[in-house]
Structure formats: C-alpha cells, structure tokens
C-alpha cells in the first residue's frame, strides 16, 4: 500500500515562497506521474501541477510562471517550488501519485498566505 506525506505548508506572506514536499513510502518502484492539487475554502479541489515519469511537467494557468513541480525518484519525492505567493494561492494542498493506474493521495496541508 502506497502512503504519501506532505511537508512544508505553513503561512507566508505575499510575494514569498515555499517548498512543498510529498514522500512516498510502500513502493520500490517510481510513480508513474506525480501531482499537485489543491482545494481553497468554500471551493472544489482544483489542478494545480503533474510531472510525468518522463519529467514532462504541465501546469495550471493560474500558477505558470511562479510555480515548480519536480521529482527525486531517487528519493521517491515529489516537490512544489512555489514562488511570487498570492493571498488567492491559500488553499490545502495535496499531493497525487499514480501507480499502475491507482491513484494514491496525500492528507493535505494547509499553505496560507494573508491579505
């Protein structure tokens, strides 16, 4: 059974930046994709970032440019570079590992940034 766990949410003020990790744990091999999403009050989980086993990235409009996602498969982490924060970038964030077509998620962490 795959288990994935978030690190690194936490407040920041606007215009700062955080590293959100994902460790996958319960898997000797790499996910086939890994995945970033994230779900603000009052709203539904939204796409954020996905990165393919190939390292091909794609990323929702409203984070190109100040986000990055990356993976050390390696290390079977995943990682969310979030730079140039905005207060409408608050939300819980999850992290999404597919493996062999089953999808594995993350508990969530909170990443706040104030008005």
């Known amino acids: 059974q795959v288990q994935l766990v978030e690190s690194g949410g936490g407040l920041v003020q606007a215009g700062g930046s955080l590293r959100l990790s994902c460790a996958a744990s319960?898997?000797?091999?790499?996910?086939?994709?890994n995945g970033w999403y994230r779900q603000a009050p009052g709203k539904q989980r939204e796409f954020v970032a996905v990165?393919?086993?190939?390292?091909?990235?794609r990323y929702a409009d409203s984070v190109k440019g100040r986000f990055t996602i990356s993976r050390d498969n390696a290390k079977n982490t995943a990682y969310l570079q979030m730079n140039s924060l905005k207060p409408e970038d608050t939300a819980v964030y999850y992290c999404?590992?597919?493996?062999?077509?089953?999808?594995?998620w993350g508990r969530g962490m909170e990443v706040t940034v104030p008005s």
């Open positions: 319960g898997s000797t091999l790499s996910a086939n994709a």
């Open positions: 999404n590992a597919q493996y062999s077509g089953i999808s594995y």
């Open positions: 990165i393919s086993g190939g390292g091909i990235t």
